[in-house]
């Protein structure tokens, strides 16, 4: 059974830059989620998918970050403009019936 | 406010020996609780679970222990080995439904010293 992927695996941007990462979720898996992990703590979810509609997105700056995912498979995060506090490891995660299983992550540098 | 939180950032313990990562929680709702692995430049992986009506859970080397009264939990890996040495995650969730959000605390970067 093939994972989560994402792209890219690494992004160093400048602040006020734009950027876009990519997910695809394990084939069946409904529920998609998106996590930031800034260096030292641990995952704090951004937004909760279920199939295409959102669930929660309480947690995402929605001045700067938007998320969709059309059909219900794949996923986009875009950060537009981008702060030097952005900087973290974005995670994705989906879920079937069973736990989370996460992707390898998008490293983004704001500079 | 964290809810949950990982009080040691890092432990090392010797191959063979036990270790023991713990884990404290402040949001009485939560009623299951997991832990997570996580490898450099790698996404953090399911390890083990236990839901609220339990107090132990075991699998293998790896047995997760539930205080409800102390909204405490720990991680006991059993022996140790240097393939373990990665960051541990403890989470935690509330409600029904499969699709739960987790609330995870910082890690603790564990190394298994050979």
Redesign the interface.
């Given at each position: 059974e093939a994972g989560?992927a994402q792209s890219p695996r690494y992004k160093i941007i400048e602040k006020r830059q734009s950027v876009a990462f990519w997910c695809n979720p394990i084939s069946g898996h409904?529920?998609l989620?998106w996590y930031q992990q800034i260096l030292?703590?641990?995952?704090?979810?951004l937004i909760?998918f279920?199939n295409n509609g959102v669930?929660?997105d309480s947690q995402l700056p929605k001045d700067r970050f938007s998320a969709e995912r059309l059909k219900g498979v794949d996923s986009t995060l875009k950060i537009q403009p981008a702060k030097l506090e952005d900087s973290a490891v974005y995670?994705c995660?989906s879920?079937?019936?069973?736990?989370?299983?996460?992707?390898?992550?998008t490293r983004l540098t704001v500079t | 406010d964290q809810q949950?939180k990982?009080n040691s950032?890092s432990l090392s313990v010797q191959e063979g020996r036990i270790s023991i990562l713990n884990c404290d929680y402040t949001n009485s709702m939560f009623d299951y609780f997991?832990w997570?692995k996580k490898y450099p430049?790698?996404?953090?992986?399911?390890l083990i679970?236990i839901s609220s009506i339990k107090d132990k859970n075991e699998d293998g080397r790896f047995t997760v222990f539930l205080n409800k009264s102390a909204k405490h939990l720990s991680l006991h890996i059993v022996p140790s080995q240097p393939g373990d040495s990665a960051v541990y995650?403890c989470?935690a969730s509330e409600g029904t439904g499969?699709?739960r959000?987790?609330?995870?605390?910082?890690?603790t970067q564990l190394t298994v010293l050979p």
């Open positions: 989560v409904a529920t989620y030292g703590q641990g995952p704090k979810l909760q279920q669930v929660d995670l995660a879920q079937g019936a069973g736990e989370q299983y996460f992707g390898p992550g | 949950v990982q950032p997991l997570y430049a790698e996404g953090p992986t399911f679970s995650f989470a499969s699709a959000q987790l609330t995870f605390g910082s890690g």
